[in-house]
């Protein structure tokens, strides 16, 4: 069989098990009795296991194997959770992480020798004197057992044999190399409903239905029939490897009203459950994995329907036709239902990237050793997939820094009379056409002086252009290109690389970053992104001979000036503006065009901000706002200061779309 066709499917649902065994294995290290969560991990390792092995992956079913192994021997009680086991999953886990990735980069598993990291699982079970830890170590007894009854159960197999129904308890163990469990399950229920009424299952039947179990499920019937009719027929099924039956005969204590009380009530809520259960597994079938190139190809249609409709709208713009005039009219509805269609399935959570920082920070916490807190909030709000795709970077970043440089150890928390658990917050929400993502920690704080004397070492200022600095300027020098203030070079920060990267990064996305400091309170940085970088809205202008777009959400307000009123102020052409400064901008300079009418008794200017600042760029005229779409400028030209794209414009005309944060 040729796998390389599922290589993709095997690749992304690799992706989630092994982020779900990260967050999975981080809750079950703060709650070790968690069985929930335990039969989780065990699920996905199990899953992971068979899938690699369907797809002829030997080292991740070998070490995925011994997982399962460790954490089934957990299940049963013979291993009890400490660090050092968490430790080694977790180590299992990267060398996974990296396996997947090598899978998906070179189509092959990496050369590694994963044979230590085996042998760390099987001594910690022959730590623990486990010697065997399959499924089927338990006696019959026991297994059978498993099944449980509750009042409501009892209730039921009390009027049956009433009745003179017999009621049985029955476990049917699949073999190993059974491909197809949960059709298997399926042939066995429609075998048994023949002459039987089930009427308990573990797991239940919903998680039987989407393959949730291990090697075997168990069940309890009403019938006529007795045990060796239904042992034979269930055992008649192919790939069925045992079959286990007790008959349960004996009556229950308790009083039969209050039993016939409870067993309505537990019908009542096991209908909710069911309900519930059913309306979560209908909206999990409505999600699909869609490629990234066809929702780009999607969103390129939609970009050339709206040139269509802005091109139609310039055509005969005085024509009285009733008939065009609704023909734009409802080309413009469905243009901006296709549009807002189309950008919500772009939209996704960015859960998918605060995800990973748990894990993250755990580790960094440990090698610091300082006690860190994560809290994670807006997980649920959405951005674009392009935007998902890149702002993981930038966030690790400020991350570490809060956690190296920000969060102090136990012996200064202590001398500062604060927690001595150091705490970090993630969080994200939606304002207005923006994303903003804030990481804020409760530490030291940004210490202004400091970052002062390591820019006149670095020689980035001098002494004097210290002294005028104000405290937010200086932050600002932070996101210089190779500037850090660690003394010493670790693993974790010092080489400076990081802050310029991380302003680089969200810039290049159409965003900006601030910075928020407080002396021995804590420092928080925000990051302001754009909800998509297809569609925008725009002011377009005419600069000389050319037209250009600046992204209307970057616009303050639009004004006029006397040209007599522009001041010089140590090279920067600046206004007094309501009751402060503002630099001008023209952008006859800065774009390079010849034609620019200096004499001019008024100008008018389009007030950006960038964040706090502001700046006005001086434009020869307004043409208005509208609805662009961005095209790229490609790799050839992606180094040109100051333009972020181009579009098309309804005449066909190319119009370059102004970057005004580089400008600033």
Known sequence: MDVNQYLEIFI???????????QNLLGL??????????????RSAHTLKGMSGTMGFSSLMGLTHEMENVLDAIRNGKLVVYSEIIDILFECLDFLEVSVGHISEKGKEIDKDIEPLKKKLVDIINKKDVTEITYHNSSTDKRIMDLTFNQYDENITIQAIAQGMRVFKVEVILSKDCMLKSARAFIVFKTL???????KSSPRIEDIEDEKFDEGFKLAIITNENSDTIKSDIEGISEIEEVLIEEINQTFEGDKAH????AADKVEEDKADHEETHAKKNKIGKTVRVDIDRLDNLMNLVSELIIIKTRLEGIDSDST??????????LERITTNLHDAVMKVRMVPIERVFSRFPRMVRDLSRELEKDINLQISGEETE???TVIDEIGDPLIHLIRNAIDHGIEDKHERSNSKKAPVGKVDLRAFQDGNSVVIEVEDDGKGINVDKVKRKAIKNGIINQVESDALSEKDAVELLFKPGFSTAEVISDVSGRGVGLDVVKTKIESLGGTVEVETSTNNGSKF????????????????NVGNEKYAIPLNSIKEITSIKTNSIRNVQGQEVIVYRNGVLPIVRLTNVLDIKDYKEDEEELTIVIVKKGEKNSGFIVDSLI???EIVIKSLGKYLASIKNIAGATILGDGQVALIIDSNSMI
Do not use: C, W
């Open 12 to 22: 992304e649902e690799a992706q989630e098990h092994l982020q779900n065994l990260n």
């Open 526 to 541: 925000i990051i302001r992104l754009p909800l998509t970088l297809a569609i925008i809205q725009a002011l377009l202008v």
């Open 624 to 626: 208005g706002q509208q």
């Open 259 to 262: 039993s016939n009380e409870v």
């Open 193 to 199: 409903e023949k002459y039987a009424e089930i009427f």
């Open 383 to 385: 951005l674009d997939r």
């Open 321 to 330: 036709d009733q008939n065009m005039t609704e023909a734009l009219e409802y």
């Open 29 to 42: 290290e703060v709650n070790p009795n968690d069985s929930n969560l335990l039969n989780e991990i065990f």
